[in-house]
């Protein structure tokens, strides 16, 4: 058995351990709640947004705009993607931002395997919100962008729009020809699904694993046979919405990826915490061993002294 005063000594570090974890898991409950704020409030603008592109789409002709064309690649050319990842600036959120890690490892695989198939090449590049995922990329040897350094905490809509005039410009500089975003959605506060979505070239079938389940062909809320017009025209309204579109989508990616964060670290927080009051009864149930254990010692040293007294 443990000596006593070290079981003290492990149930107040113990102790300390738990204090520390239960304050972090408040703290993370409190920015979830923000978050979560943060996503009801850009939902609507973004559905909206898409719902309209996904409208225009549906009942004009084709769309002639740089953001929506998709480039062919022949034998021998090469395929410029950027990915943009969204992990997360701190530690302690379980495997979160080891699974972002996964998730892009695995997609820069799976679309270099794709090519090579087809007889091109890949030239990619990572661009990671987040110190934590960014650093295991750069040390696993992935071509990571290592000028864009942008934080996952507290997401702006000013932030993600500088984010959309960087992507939109290089897309534009045809330094890419295809944008992804890889992040992790929140569906429940157990259940974190990763997310890759095409960015650019836009792809407004993709959006229906975006917007809600109700939203059908129809689009926003027209009534059978109804039409709608654009001023002055379509092409102009869909033009004017793709910024729109690219910023709230990098905005909606970041919110997601600042919820899923927190709740990561709100679950790793809660499960340490749940140990730690574990722990503390098993430690305490020893010290009470190593207590009588140490009472006995001392009254059989006690009984065996007197006996030696009484036979001298």
Same mark, same amino acid.
């Given at each position: 058995?443990?000596?006593?005063?070290?079981?003290?000594?492990?149930?107040?570090?113990?102790?300390?351990?738990?204090?520390?974890?239960?304050?972090?898991?408040?703290?993370?409950?409190?920015?979830?709640?923000?978050?979560?704020?943060?996503?009801?409030?850009?939902?609507?603008?973004? $559905?909206?947004?898409?719902?309209?592109?996904?409208?225009?789409?549906?009942?004009?002709?084709?769309?002639?705009?740089?953001?929506?064309?998709?480039?062919?690649?022949?034998?021998?050319?090469?395929?410029?993607?950027?990915?943009?990842?969204?992990?997360?600036?701190?530690?302690?959120?379980?495997?979160?931002?080891?699974?972002?890690?996964?998730?892009?490892?695995?997609?820069?695989?799976?679309?270099?395997?794709?090519?090579?198939?087809?007889?091109?090449?890949?030239?990619?590049?990572?661009?990671?919100?987040?110190?934590?995922?960014?650093?295991?990329?750069?040390?696993?040897?992935?071509?990571?962008?290592?000028?864009?350094?942008?934080?996952?905490?507290?997401?702006?809509?000013?932030?993600?729009?500088?984010?959309?005039?960087?992507? $939109?410009?290089?897309?534009?500089?045809?330094?890419?020809?295809?944008?992804?975003?890889?992040?992790?959605?929140?569906?429940?506060?157990?259940?974190?699904?990763?997310?890759?979505?095409?960015?650019?070239?836009?792809?407004?079938?993709?959006?229906?694993?975006?917007?809600?389940?109700?939203?059908?062909?129809?689009?926003?809320?027209?009534?059978?046979?109804?039409?709608?017009?654009?001023?002055?025209?379509?092409?102009?309204?869909?033009?004017?919405?793709?910024?729109?579109?690219?910023?709230?989508?990098?905005?909606?990616?970041?919110?997601?990826?600042?919820?899923?964060?927190?709740?990561? $670290?709100?679950?790793?927080?809660?499960?340490?915490?749940?140990?730690?009051?574990?722990?503390?009864?098993?430690?305490?149930?020893?010290?009470? $061993?190593?207590?009588?254990?140490?009472?006995?010692?001392?009254?059989?040293?006690?009984?065996?002294?007197?006996?030696?007294?009484?036979?001298?």
């Amino acid at each position: 058995m443990d000596n006593f005063n070290d079981i003290k000594k492990r149930i107040k570090s113990v102790n300390d351990i738990s204090q520390m974890t239960n304050a972090m898991q408040l703290v993370s409950s409190a920015k979830m709640r923000r978050s979560t704020a943060l996503h009801d409030a850009m939902y609507p603008f973004f $559905r909206l947004c898409a719902e309209s592109m996904q409208e225009i789409t549906n009942n004009s002709e084709e769309i002639d705009n740089p953001f929506c064309t998709l480039k062919q690649k022949a034998q021998g050319d090469v395929w410029k993607i950027a990915c943009f990842v969204l992990s997360g600036d701190q530690g302690l959120a379980g495997a979160y931002n080891n699974n972002m890690v996964k998730i892009t490892e695995e997609h820069v695989r799976m679309k270099t395997l794709e090519n090579t198939r087809k007889g091109v090449s890949t030239n990619y590049e990572l661009y990671v919100f987040g110190k934590l995922a960014r650093d295991k990329l750069i040390r696993a040897g992935y071509n990571v962008n290592r000028d864009f350094s942008f934080p996952i905490t507290e997401p702006t809509f000013y932030q993600a729009r500088k984010v959309g005039t960087i992507i $939109r410009t290089k897309f534009l500089n045809h330094e890419f020809d295809l944008v992804y975003l890889i992040y992790t959605e929140m569906e429940s506060s157990i259940n974190m699904v990763p997310k890759v979505i095409r960015l650019l070239p836009v792809d407004t079938r993709a959006m229906s694993q975006i917007l809600p389940e109700n939203v059908n062909d129809a689009g926003i809320a027209l009534n059978p046979g109804a039409a709608m017009s654009y001023h002055p025209n379509a092409v102009a309204v869909f033009d004017y919405l793709i910024d729109s579109y690219i910023n709230a989508m990098v905005y909606g990616a970041m919110v997601e990826a600042y919820e899923s964060e927190q709740s990561a $670290r709100l679950t790793a927080m809660k499960n340490a915490t749940d140990n730690a009051e574990e722990m503390m009864k098993k430690l305490e149930l020893l010290s009470n $061993r190593a207590r009588q254990a140490k009472i006995t010692t001392e009254l059989t040293e006690i009984i065996n002294g007197a006996q030696q007294a009484d036979n001298i």
